[in-house]
């Protein structure tokens, strides 16, 4: 019995987030996946030997996970406002 209290706890944290919730989330995934790209951009450029395709095969792994998080964001009608924040993160950098 004490399992099934468990799992039902575990539901309902995940019935409690709200959409803007999952949206700040999503574009927090948005924001990480960038930057996981374009230090694996970074890293690419100073690569020698074997680490070339490593960096390949991440660089087209990271792209391929940021293309779904945006076309998810864009199915929630965020792209104009996930622009905006990206914007506005240049700024404020």
Known sequence: MGEDKYI???????????EKDREKELLLSILKTKQELTQNIKNFEFAEGDLVDYYTYQMKATQSKLDYLLKKAKQRGMVLELRNTVQEKRYQA
Not at 8 to 18: A, C, G, L, N, S
């Open 8 to 18: 039902r706890e575990e539901k309902q944290k995940i019935v409690e987030k709200t």
